[in-house]
């Protein structure tokens, strides 16, 4: 989700890179299609509420407006982070804590947060499973700076339960065979029990490393693998005859979702 290069050189995206990147964000009146009782609170309120709590934008999308009407008020992602906030692995996998904001200006969504984790090695953007972290919900209606800050902090303070759960999955070995029925049920969060039977393919590559630091039979080595292939589209399947390359994952709803059963797919064979 986050580019790995804007990561180490300018992390931080500017109001002007936002705007390019996702004009949604900066609306700054509600649809006309909205109640007149909604609340408009645009998303670059939050933004800059956050910024005050010391988390800065490292990328934003857009869902495509299907209609004229749409355009401006669609659902859009923001994804926070912040430097003082930093997970150190003792096997030098650094990640960094991410908080995913997604809103739209048409009256159909609050403001809603979830928990995430950037990998530093690679180009990963990880919802973590739902069990850990429920997504917290704010209304428009009603919004403070002083209701935000608590959830914020309160969904820093359940982080020691991400480093546990990577601290299990990097003591957790995986056999081949084990291997191999754990990339089969990851590639179900991608296709459906119909597509499932229907395709054709080898496991053994969806589980081969396509970096020195991600060698290792360890169950967080192997996820991170798989889980970057699946979302990324790097790798191959045939249905019948028809040999086809997947596609990379490009919708922020579809992205989260994988994402968020993945983790969960991963949490059912730690040890």
Same mark, same amino acid.
Request: charged letters at 25%; hydrophobic letters at 35%.
């Given at each position: ?32 299609? /909205? ?5 408009? @609170?645009?998303?670059?309120? %939050? @933004? ?6 010391? !988390? ?6 857009? %869902? ?13 992602? /923001? ?6 906030? @930093? ?25 809603? &947060?979830?928990?995430?984790? &950037?990998?530093?090695?690679? *180009? ?11 997504? %917290? ?27 546990? *759960? ?21 590639? *179900? ?30 169950? !967080? ?41 993945? &983790? ?5 064979? %730690?040890?």
């Amino acid at each position: 989700m986050v580019n790995l290069d804007q990561m180490q050189t300018n992390p931080f995206l500017t109001n002007e890179q936002i705007k390019e990147k996702a004009p949604s964000v900066f609306t700054t009146s509600p649809s006309s299609e /909205v109640s007149k009782h909604y609340t408009h @609170i645009p998303t670059t309120k %939050v @933004i800059e509420d956050m910024r005050t709590l010391g !988390w800065d934008v490292v990328d934003v999308q857009e %869902v495509r407006a299907r209609k004229n009407s749409t355009r401006g008020f669609q659902k859009h992602l /923001v994804i926070f982070r912040n430097n003082d906030v @930093i997970i150190n692995g003792d096997d030098g996998d650094t990640v960094y804590p991410q908080i995913l904001l997604t809103n739209s200006h048409d009256g159909k969504n609050a403001f809603q &947060f979830q928990a995430g984790l &950037f990998r530093l090695i690679c *180009s990963n953007g990880l919802v973590i499973a739902t069990t850990q972290f429920e997504s %917290v919900k704010m209304r428009h209606m009603g919004y403070t700076f002083e209701e935000l800050q608590t959830n914020i902090r309160e969904m820093v303070e359940k982080l020691p339960l991400t480093v546990e *759960s990577m601290n299990k999955m990097k003591s957790t070995e995986l056999e081949q065979e084990k291997a191999l029925e754990f990339a089969k049920e990851c590639l *179900s969060t991608r296709f459906n029990e119909k597509e499932m039977k229907r395709i054709t393919i080898d496991l053994n590559e969806l589980l081969e490393p396509t970096r020195p630091e991600d060698q290792g039979s360890d169950l !967080w080595s192997i996820f991170n693998v798989v889980q970057e292939k699946i979302i990324g589209g790097d790798f191959s399947y045939a249905i019948g005859n028809k040999a086809r390359k997947a596609r990379r994952i490009k919708n922020f709803k579809q992205d989260q979702r994988i994402n968020s059963e993945l &983790f969960e797919v991963a949490l059912e064979y %730690v040890n």
